[in-house]
């Protein structure tokens, strides 16, 4: 049982010997779609930001992202990868991208990218976890596309039968984490910054995002098949459960903070 899996290719245009592959271009058009969210919303709320300014930002987010995720893949889900040839470390074309590494490396850029245009920290994330959830989208579809990442196996009648799974039934957590992690934070996290009220609380829409993607994470970890070098850890919890929860922690924080503390202030 379960529905056949459609075989696309994980290679979008073949050039000669260059091969232009969905999973890059989901980063790209992530990418490019939040630069021109966040252009939009500088625009349209009037935040103090040049256009040289925009592209510098999307440049220490590009930068957070491809070093954080990378290296947080290697000490999270890795580490065995380069126990014999740390240079493997640079092989991102071999695949291997952690989200917690990500986040933690776009959070170094972002501080970084504060100081330098002297503006509040949590101003600039709230602006660019706006479109965050695009680029989650996109990478959980190419994550679906490249056999990747699939979930448990299951007898629901939506179950794929993935060739990289054994072609057994599965549940295709990388749609379900596309839905959850992508279109219902987009949807949620527009609407509060479309509140006056939040938007003069810098870092709640942030707080929000990390909270949100910490629950839906957690949760979608359920239906989706741990990475084989790591399995399971104590109680069946898996490593991605293990991460995500001081995201939840440091969201409360940052949120607890703004509404209690320093908005009664």
Same mark, same amino acid.
């Given at each position: 049982m379960?529905l ?7 290679i979008?245009?073949q050039?000669g ?6 999973y890059?271009?989901?980063?790209l058009?992530g990418l490019l779609i939040?630069?021109w969210?966040?252009?939009r919303?500088?625009k349209?709320?009037?935040?103090p !930001?040049?256009?040289?300014n $925009?592209? *510098? %930002? @999307?440049f ?5 992202i491809?070093?954080? /995720? &990378? ?15 740390w240079?493997?470390?640079?092989a991102?074309?071999?695949g291997?991208?952690?989200?917690h590494?990500?986040i933690l490396g776009v959070?170094v ?9 002297? !503006?509040?920290f949590?101003? $600039?994330t *709230? %602006? @660019? ?9 996109? /990478? &959980?579809?190419a994550?679906?596309v490249?056999?990747e ?6 007898d629901v009648p ?9 072609y057994l039934?599965?549940?295709p957590s ?5 839905f959850?992690e ?5 949807l949620v !996290?527009?609407?509060?910054w479309?509140s006056?009220? @939040?938007r ?5 829409v942030?707080?929000c995002?990390?909270i949100?993607?910490?629950?839906f994470r ?7 098949e741990?990475d ?5 850890f104590?109680g069946?919890?898996t490593m991605?459960?293990m991460?995500?929860?001081p995201?939840i922690?440091?969201?409360i924080?940052v949120l607890g903070?703004q !509404? ?6």
């Amino acid at each position: 049982m379960g529905l056949t899996y459609p075989e696309i290719s994980p290679i979008m245009l073949q050039l000669g010997p260059l091969a232009i592959r969905w999973y890059s271009m989901a980063y790209l058009f992530g990418l490019l779609i939040g630069w021109w969210w966040v252009n939009r919303s500088v625009k349209k709320f009037d935040i103090p !930001l040049s256009l040289q300014n $925009i592209e *510098d %930002l @999307v440049f220490y987010v590009t930068l957070g992202i491809i070093l954080g /995720g &990378r290296l947080g893949y290697v000490l999270f889900y890795g580490l065995d990868m380069v126990k014999d040839n740390w240079l493997e470390i640079f092989a991102i074309w071999k695949g291997g991208m952690s989200f917690h590494g990500g986040i933690l490396g776009v959070i170094v850029a972002l501080w970084a990218f504060s100081r330098k245009v002297k !503006l509040p920290f949590l101003q $600039i994330t *709230d %602006l @660019v976890v706006l479109p965050a959830p695009i680029g989650l989208f996109l /990478g &959980r579809i190419a994550n679906f596309v490249n056999d990747e990442l699939w979930g448990r196996v299951t007898d629901v009648p939506w179950a794929v039968r993935f060739p990289n799974g054994g072609y057994l039934p599965r549940h295709p957590s990388q749609l379900y984490e596309a839905f959850f992690e992508g279109i219902v934070m987009f949807l949620v !996290l527009n609407l509060l910054w479309k509140s006056s009220k @939040v938007r003069a609380l810098p870092g709640c829409v942030s707080a929000c995002f990390v909270i949100l993607y910490g629950i839906f994470r957690i949760s979608m970890e359920q239906f989706r098949e741990p990475d084989a070098q790591l399995g399971y850890f104590f109680g069946g919890v898996t490593m991605g459960q293990m991460l995500s929860l001081p995201l939840i922690l440091l969201g409360i924080c940052v949120l607890g903070y703004q !509404l209690f503390f320093k908005h009664k202030n």
